[in-house]
């Protein structure tokens, strides 16, 4: 089974960026899809994106899509997630996840990473 460790979070204002990663071991990511979610305080977790890692592809919440951007390595077996033009609406933990299918529900992930916090100010 896949080990996941989220790391790069942090308070940040709005509008300003953040890079987040998650590192695999254990196994490669590379027979996997990779996802990213979310959850604030008193919500449940949320859809943020997700790539399935041998092809590339990726695909994004509505909510993230042209301010957020999922990219891989390959040889660090590692993804990571751009977050520009960040709001408030954004402050959450944000945990990566491996799937076997393409999805955007979190039951259909089934290793988690401990998570990340960001907080961004107004």
């Known amino acids: 089974q896949v080990q996941l460790v989220e790391s790069g979070g942090g308070l940040v204002q709005a509008g300003g960026s953040l890079r987040l990663s998650c590192a695999a071991s254990?196994?490669?990511?590379?027979?996997?899809?990779v996802g990213w979610f979310r959850q604030a305080p008193g919500n449940e977790r949320e859809f943020v994106g997700t790539i399935r890692w041998n092809t590339g592809y990726t695909y994004y919440a509505d909510s993230v899509k042209g301010r957020f951007t999922i990219s891989r390595d390959n040889a660090k077996n590692t993804m990571y997630l751009q977050m520009n033009s960040l709001k408030p609406e954004d402050t959450a933990v944000y945990y990566c996840?491996?799937?076997?299918?393409?999805?955007?529900?979190?039951?259909?992930?089934?290793?988690w990473g401990q998570g990340t916090h960001v907080t961004v100010s107004s």
């Open positions: 254990g196994r490669t990511f590379s027979t996997y899809v």
């Open positions: 996840a491996t799937g076997r299918r393409f999805a955007i529900r979190a039951d259909e992930y089934d290793s």
